[in-house]
């Protein structure tokens, strides 16, 4: 296919659901991606939260062989090895639970919204906040709490109430004796990189133990290392009684995750809820891949040091550049927030062949592998400070 006719071919075949970015990549390796030119990109936005390893990390690519070549897929009326071996895994770096396999990160949301039904027995409502992202399906979408993604899809399922993030009051005025359970991200990424208070975490965390509600934290950005430990929640000293996760624990392949509370987790029986796919051989084997890499190389100490030297040097762009107004996040989950709109950086990045996003507008995002390098962060800070001069 020759260029032109690739661009054409989107065009005239695929929903053009995504805003695009004029570029066909065909390589990557680490932080680095080459275009169908040839011309190497440093991508400090991998796989918009998916490149946690960055592109093709051997230790995956070379599970993801091995399980090919035995056996690609098994339905989950039956037994395997590996999804055995990732759910024993995933319990082990988190608390005593049980997990649910699907998809995707909005899947994953999903089941927890229909455990929480179960489990609340006729309490339904479930607590979001305002600047959430929780997917696009119909019920994740209504849990979102930005309108944007909401318009025209009316009417959306009931019993999801949106209120302010950080605002402990806020969640003790909206619950009702309809109310189940408290869905929160720890830091939003597609909201603009903010933050939950420690006071506000350990406030829900007590509201929720008083009366009875379920803590579903979503995982699905801030986990698998991305902030320093393996999941956000670990920074807060809290236990959630469900945690949501997808993106990066596939290395690239789909997947999502529920993980409950062990002592409720049987609240769905067979028969009540499934997804085909969820858990496969081969994903489940990357997986085991992707968190034995982040251990055994060290990843989340690696997070940390580059985490905090990736925020010194924003901080001093902000002395440099007016512009911008706070640098924000933990670990290597950064948010860099400007006076004025992102996209025009976000524009000359790209011709400096630097991949960040934009969030919220006004937000940068930077989120790189968590095996990135000093060199790679000077080299991504030299371009962001030549984007910024001048705005
Ligand atoms: C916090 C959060 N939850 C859920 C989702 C939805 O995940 P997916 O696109 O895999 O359905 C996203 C995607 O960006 C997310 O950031």
Redo the contacts with the bound molecule.
């Keep these: 296919m020759k260029i032109e006719e690739v661009f054409q071919a989107y065009k005239d075949y695929i929903m053009p659901t995504y805003t695009k970015v004029p570029l066909i990549f065909v390589k990557g390796k680490g932080s680095r991606l080459w275009d169908i030119h040839n011309k190497l990109y440093l991508d400090f936005f991998p796989g ?2 998916v490149g946690n390893l960055g592109h093709c990390h051997p230790k995956v690519m070379q599970a993801v062989r091995d399980q090919i070549s035995k056996l690609v897929f098994i339905p989950n009326n039956y037994y395997h090895l590996p999804q055995a071996k990732l759910a024993k895994e995933i319990v082990y770096w988190t608390y005593p639970a049980k997990v649910f396999f699907c998809n ?4 994953a ?1 999903e089941g927890a919204i229909k455990f929480s039904r179960k489990f609340g027995q006729g309490r339904y409502e479930i607590i979001t906040f305002e600047n959430s ?4 399906t119909l019920a ?1 979408v209504a849990a979102t709490g930005q309108k944007k993604y909401q318009e025209g899809f009316a009417p959306l399922p009931e019993g999801f109430k949106t209120v302010k993030f950080n605002d402990i009051e806020a969640v003790k005025a909206a619950i009702t004796d309809k109310t189940v359970a408290i869905l929160l ?1 720890l830091i939003q ?2 909201g603009g990189v903010n933050v939950a208070t420690k006071d506000f975490v350990s406030g829900l965390k007590k509201i929720c133990d008083e009366k009875k509600l379920l803590l579903i934290v ?1 995982e ?2 801030t986990g698998i290392g991305r902030t320093g430990k393996l999941f956000c929640h670990q920074h807060y000293g809290i236990t959630p009684d469900i945690v949501t996760m ?2 990066a624990l596939g290395g690239g392949l789909p997947i ?1 995750v529920m993980l409950v509370k062990k002592e409720i987790a049987d609240t769905l029986g067979p028969g009540m809820h499934a997804s085909t796919f969820g858990g496969g051989p081969v994903i489940c084997k990357a997986a085991l891949a992707v968190l034995n890499a982040i251990q055994k190389e060290k990843l989340l100490s690696n997070a940390v040091k580059m985490g905090e030297y990736l925020f010194a040097k924003l901080n001093a762009l902000k002395t440099k550049y007016p512009v911008i107004k706070e640098v924000r996040g933990l670990g290597l989950m950064v948010g860099v927030e400007l006076a004025v709109e992102g996209k025009p950086v976000v524009e000359k990045c790209l011709q400096k062949y630097l991949l960040i996003n934009c969030t919220h507008d006004k937000v940068l995002r930077l989120m790189p592998a968590l095996n990135i390098t000093k060199k790679e962060v000077d080299k991504a800070i030299k371009i962001l400070d030549e984007a910024l001069r001048g705005l």
């Excluded at 992202?133 to 696009?136: A, I, L």
């Design positions: 918009w939260g995707s990160g909005a899947e949301n992202f929780h997917g696009r994740t991200e990424g597609e979503d699905v950005q997808a993106k999502g």
